[in-house]
């Protein structure tokens, strides 16, 4: 009944030809700022970049993006039909319970995710506050930042309960990235109880409620003090609300049903069969 286009890789184009040659509408979504991951890499300009995607994109019959922020960004870069579709924490699996003892000095600001470049994680590592610091993930950057810190402590990739544990052990949770379009480990830090220290930027910006579940600064170590005063209470409760039922009814809310013509109408599908590539 419905065809959603989740990548603008070599699977995302071919489905793309394929509903285009066959006259079948598609939604799309925008998870990554690709446009500036790869000017990190490569001399590529950002309008090169963006033309591409709005190339890509301009077929969807809408475009899902994670948050109001990013929404706003691609409309000022020319996208068009783009709607909002957050994302959830499963709030079994992230707790505030059984936290491991890393025995560490405290506080113990923590940060998780995939270590590289894109993510500013020396951002993070060259904060001069008092205390330990954690990373959680593996990366291509990963060996390089160890040698580079040793008196960081770097875990390695943790899944499910076990990274919850970690989390959980934590005092603030710190997000250095500025090219995130949501940044989930966000809602995964609060669900264990952390105040966010981050930058004003998109993916904060819509997640972080300022002075409750944590503090956005354009100096990230001012951040991280005011966020340490924060209450966990405040994290979690505000982590529960965002649950992974509601983020799915919001998603297939936004199909388009291929069953409904024309094409031009603003088709919705609930609860029927789609193929997600």
């Excluded at 809602?187 to 997640?207: H, N, R, S």
Aim: hydrophobic share 40%; net charge positive; aromatic share 10%.
């Amino acid at each position: 009944n419905a065809i959603h286009i989740a990548t603008e890789g070599p699977l995302g184009i071919a489905a793309r030809r394929w509903c285009i040659k066959n006259d079948i509408g598609f939604t799309t979504s925008y998870h990554t700022q690709f446009p500036e991951y790869l000017r990190l890499r490569a001399p590529i300009p950002l309008r090169v970049s963006y033309a591409w995607l709005r190339h890509f994109h301009s077929k969807a019959v809408r475009t899902l993006v994670p948050t109001q922020s990013q929404k706003n960004r691609l409309i000022a870069h020319g996208f068009y039909n783009v709607t909002v579709w957050g994302r959830g924490v499963d709030s079994s699996v992230f707790t505030t319970n059984n936290p491991v003892d890393l025995k560490l000095k405290r506080p113990v600001l923590m940060n998780m995710g995939r270590v590289a470049i894109e993510k500013n994680i020396e951002a993070f590592l060259n904060l001069n506050i008092d205390g330990s610091k954690v990373v959680i993930g593996d990366g291509p950057d990963l060996q390089q930042l160890k040698e580079k810190y040793p008196q960081v402590t770097f875990t390695g990739a943790k899944f499910g309960k076990e990274l919850a544990a970690h989390l959980a052990a934590a005092d603030v949770f710190v997000f250095p990235s500025k090219t995130d379009t949501f940044g989930l480990v966000l809602l995964e830090a609060m669900a264990c109880g952390l105040p966010i220290a981050a930058y004003p930027v998109t993916g904060p910006l819509d997640v972080v409620k300022n002075g409750v579940t944590g503090y956005m600064n354009e100096e990230l170590s001012t951040a991280v003090i005011k966020a340490l005063s924060l209450s966990s209470k405040g994290c979690v409760d505000y982590a529960q609300s965002h649950s992974w039922e509601a983020c799915s009814s919001v998603f297939a809310a936004n199909m388009f049903d291929n069953t409904k013509q024309p094409k031009t109408e603003d088709s919705h599908i609930i609860n029927q069969s789609f193929w997600c590539l």
